[in-house]
């Protein structure tokens, strides 16, 4: 007998080791659920950890402490040029960063029993699959949860490689500081790392085919980044298409449009597509929709009763806590107990300068369902801890069914609005009114004060 032959079996096979993959897998083994999981790298933390949300985080509090330093010439502190390692922030990055909350994951998966084998799941049939790469076996299970997330999209209609070229992963290694970086896509991603490279020092010129940044998303809350993008970035191409991207000696030229540019790097960040083809899911009853996406329902159940899906791979918002939250439910679900994803609300965060973050009802859906809502801004202008930050420039907004006074939906741009939409998020899931916000005692001087500010001005 070859190792490949070896068959194990197993309660539940969770294909993927991402923030999906091994919430689920705890949650199963904390139910008494005999779990492995199988990842192409044999590691826990997916995408998120070890070329997502954490190391992006990690090099944009490099990008807001240089930021910082910048603005303390306003009040009289000139740190002078900064000096940039570019080996020691890898280092950081990698080791102090991603390395210690990899090990913590391997360590909680030890304490729990889950075991991580490496390689690439393949469903052979409904209850069974083998792992192809590392440590080949077959693998028996009552139940698999894919969770194999999302990868980066290319540029449609381009076959260029280059080393120069880009995609979120590679730029997120930081291989050097270009002296002229085209970031292709205003999303979120785009976005963060333009203004990672900018920090650092990299002209940056961002494209958009469509005509704002972050489509889709409040323009009240856009405004104010935009104006700072506006200032950081050397220009902002919106409704233009790259034409095409040829390789020169002295760089990538780009048409941007009717023009035609060259720059030291180029960043695709044109969105992300699921992980699901090429994993034997044709073995089995799953079905996939037109874009990849796997089919489930509120309990991450497939059409095949044996499988069951979590994450990115499952759909929109492709988000590391939607991910998280569906992965407890599924495991739960297949525990036999009555979870379901059954949210109000997934919150999300921006997370540039300033950050920007939502949850709930935006006035542009309200408006296209006919939905009458009453709206509250606050700017931040007004808050006295936004003044001693120096950081005028943001806004709180709500949106109230004006029936009942219940938060429907919330809005922040501003320093730190990624941990105030927490309060967002509790709100509008827990259905408070706008009373409650006005009511709680908000600590002084803070930026949270915002909200109950915000609140404050629907019951004069
Ligand atoms: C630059 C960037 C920044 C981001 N920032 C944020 C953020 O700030 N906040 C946020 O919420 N989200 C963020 N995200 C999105 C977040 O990373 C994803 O939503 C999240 O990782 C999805 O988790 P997942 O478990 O579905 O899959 P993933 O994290 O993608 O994990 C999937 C795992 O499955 C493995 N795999 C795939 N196929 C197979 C196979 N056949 N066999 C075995 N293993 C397989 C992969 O190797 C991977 O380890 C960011 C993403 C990027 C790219």
């Known amino acids: 007998m070859v190792m490949g032959d070896l068959v194990r079996e197993v309660d539940v096979a969770v294909v993927g080791g991402g923030p999906g993959g091994y919430s689920a897998a705890f949650r199963c083994a904390e139910l008494g659920l005999e779990t492995v999981v199988i990842d192409a790298g044999k590691r826990l933390g997916g995408a998120c950890l070890f070329e997502g949300c954490i190391p992006s985080k990690a090099l944009l509090h490099v990008a807001a402490v240089l930021g910082e330093a910048e603005r303390a010439k306003e009040f009289g502190v000139d740190f002078g040029e900064p000096r940039i390692s570019l080996d020691p922030l890898r280092k950081w ?21 889950v075991e991580v084998v490496g390689g690439r799941a393949v469903f052979e049939e409904t209850r069974g699959l083998r792992v192809e790469g590392d440590e080949p076996q077959k693998i028996r299970f009552k139940h698999a949860i894919v969770a194999t ?7 449609p209609g381009v076959t ?70 506006e200032r950081t970035f050397k220009s902002i191409r919106l409704s233009t298409r790259v034409t095409g991207l040829r390789e020169r000696p002295g760089g ?79 495991a739960e679900a297949i525990a036999g107990k009555p979870s379901a994803f059954d949210n109000v609300v997934v919150p999300a965060v921006v997370f540039t300068d300033p950050e920007v973050a939502w949850c709930g009802l935006t006035e542009r859906q309200a ?29 709180t907004k709500l949106l109230v069914d004006p029936e009942n006074g219940r938060v429907l939906g919330v809005g922040i741009v501003g320093p730190g609005a990624g941990e105030l939409i927490a309060e967002g998020a509790l709100a509008v899931e827990n259905a408070l009114l706008a009373e409650d916000l006005a009511l709680t005692i908000h600590t002084h001087p803070t930026l949270s004060e915002t909200l109950m500010e915000a609140a404050e001005t629907l019951l004069q």
């Open 93 to 113: 990055k990698s080791e102090r960063v991603v390395g210690k909350l990899a090990r913590g994951l391997a360590s909680v998966a030890r304490g729990k029993s």
């Open 149 to 155: 997330g999302s990868r980066p999209s290319p540029l």
């Open 160 to 229: 260029l490689t280059s080393e120069r070229l880009m995609d979120s992963t590679a730029a997120l290694e930081v291989p050097d500081v270009p002296a002229r970086l085209l970031v292709i896509g205003g999303g979120y991603i785009g976005l963060e790392l333009g203004q990672v490279y900018a920090a650092l020092g990299s002209e940056v010129t961002l494209v958009e085919m469509l005509d704002g940044l972050l489509p889709g998303v409040d323009r009240d809350l856009v405004q104010p980044l935009v104006r700072r993008c």
């Open 252 to 330: 990538i030229e780009a048409g941007l449009g009717d023009e035609v540019a060259t720059f030291d790097r180029v960043l695709v960040a044109v969105g992300r597509r699921p992980n699901s083809e090429a994993l034997g899911l044709d073995a089995t009853r799953v079905r996939v929709g037109d874009r990849g996406f796997v089919e489930i329902d509120a309990r991450g159940r497939t059409a095949d009763p044996h499988v069951w899906a979590v994450g990115d791979v499952t759909g929109e918002p492709m988000l590391a806590h939607r991910a998280m939250r569906q992965g407890k439910v599924t």
């Open 367 to 395: 408006e296209a369902a006919g939905r009458a809502v009453k709206v509250a801004k606050f700017q931040w202008a007004a808050s006295g801890r936004a003044a001693t930050l120096g950081r005028a420039d943001g806004l």
